[in-house]
């Protein structure tokens, strides 16, 4: 069966209007003008879909999530992989990484062993790419919502390991690269070609400039949890600013860093595709206000806003990417190509699996989302199937 979609089709480049996206099986077969449609593909059983005015955008890839739909990856399991993955893609994400925190070892390679086995299987819901580390590396005068006493020094002969263990599940790591051991963990990052990050990070510009040198070229959740710019001394963020070699993530929130700071990361790096939108998302995702866990830290939820028992620690966020997204426009003045580029594309980039997935276009597995007008979900594919309406 053919599936047929109508609407602005949203490419790398352009938007094209009066579109149409033709899905067969789990590919895309034709993207283009409605007028340029080859005859072909309006015969047989086709299913339709229509957003008058509406928008067709590739499915959208986070890098960074924690947990979603009173769930945490800490925690995981097959029930808790479908619940997260399962909410996730009812919000526009069709790709995701789990997320660790900074945890003892065993803890993550609980989480490791899980999330394998998981995707040994059929992923029925968004897909997990694979694994982000985002410690246990890092800078205990940065912990952020990070517990602080499982902070390690950077241990290549774990993430070996690990490596041999789970070949290729491994895609990011995020550590501090000014502590001891740091480097040569970003080499071997570089040459395993897994993402090496900075972040949660007490690091000075001159040592970003010597992490990059080693193979360092992206930043987590920029501005938050890092040396901050200043004139004189211009820190992490500065480096992340200035440094064309480094991509960046940005929480679009409004919450974690303010409209104007997001708009001038976008200038920087919307131009050279390494703007990379992130939800950051914790297991509270989805559900009301109350009291819940990141990791093994008490969290509390008030106004969607997700704090530290402290009142003032940020701690991950409860922004979904379908909302990230409808902010870069909306609201930090990004074109809606501009901004399905770091929904979408530049993630895929930074994963290598940009011949899969991440742009609209002939041959790509068929991981769509179609979009009203006012940029509100209207449904998702995944590998070309429709997400059924009982999990959106």
Not at 349 to 377: C, M, N, P, R
Request: with cysteine; proline share 4%.
């Amino acid at each position: 069966m053919l599936t047929k979609i109508y609407g602005n089709v949203v490419t790398k480049d352009c938007i094209i209007e009066d579109g149409v996206v033709v899905i067969e099986n789990d590919t895309i077969v034709y993207a283009g003008t409605h007028a340029a449609l080859p005859h072909r593909w309006n015969e047989g059983d086709i299913e339709t879909f229509t957003s008058e005015n509406g928008y067709i955008v590739p499915g959208f890839i986070d890098i960074h999530v924690h947990g979603g739909g009173g769930e945490d990856f800490m925690n995981s399991d097959e029930n808790v992989l479908n619940t997260i993955t399962s909410y996730h893609a009812s919000q526009g994400t069709t790709t995701m990484l789990a997320t660790t925190m900074t945890a003892p070892k065993d803890w993550i390679e609980k989480v490791l062993s899980e999330v394998n086995k998981y995707r040994a299987k059929e992923m029925p819901y968004a897909q997990l790419a694979g694994v982000h580390l985002e410690g246990p590396f890092i800078s205990s005068k940065w912990p952020g919502a990070q517990n602080p006493e499982h902070i390690s020094l950077p241990n290549v002969n774990w993430l070996i390991s690990w490596e041999q263990q789970y070949p290729e599940l491994v895609r990011q790591v995020t550590l501090a690269p000014e502590q001891q051991g740091a480097h040569e963990v970003i080499a071997w990052l570089k040459e395993k070609g897994i993402i090496a990050a900075l972040g949660h990070t007490d690091a000075t510009y001159e040592e970003v400039e010597a992490a990059v040198e080693a193979g360092l070229h992206h930043a987590v959740h920029t501005f938050n949890a890092m040396t901050p710019l200043h004139h004189r001394k211009p820190g992490v963020a500065g480096a992340v600013l200035s440094d064309e070699r480094i991509s960046a993530e940005i929480i679009a929130d409004g919450i974690h860093v303010h409209p104007a700071a997001v708009s001038l990361l976008a200038q920087l790096k919307s131009r050279l595709q390494k703007l990379v939108l992130i939800t950051d998302a914790i297991s509270a995702t989805g559900l009301e206000d109350g009291n819940y866990t990141l990791g093994d830290l008490p969290v509390i939820v008030k106004d969607g806003v997700a704090r530290l028992e402290d009142g003032v620690t940020l701690a991950g966020s409860t922004l979904t990417m379908i909302r990230g997204f409808r902010f870069l426009v909306q609201e930090a003045g990004l074109s809606i190509v501009e901004a399905s580029q770091a929904a979408s594309h530049n993630p895929a980039e930074l994963l290598g699996i940009l011949d899969a997935t991440g742009t609209i276009d002939q041959g790509k597995q068929a991981d769509l989302l179609l979009l009203d007008a006012s940029l509100e979900l209207k449904q998702v594919w995944i590998k070309g199937r429709a997400l059924s309406t009982d999990s959106r």
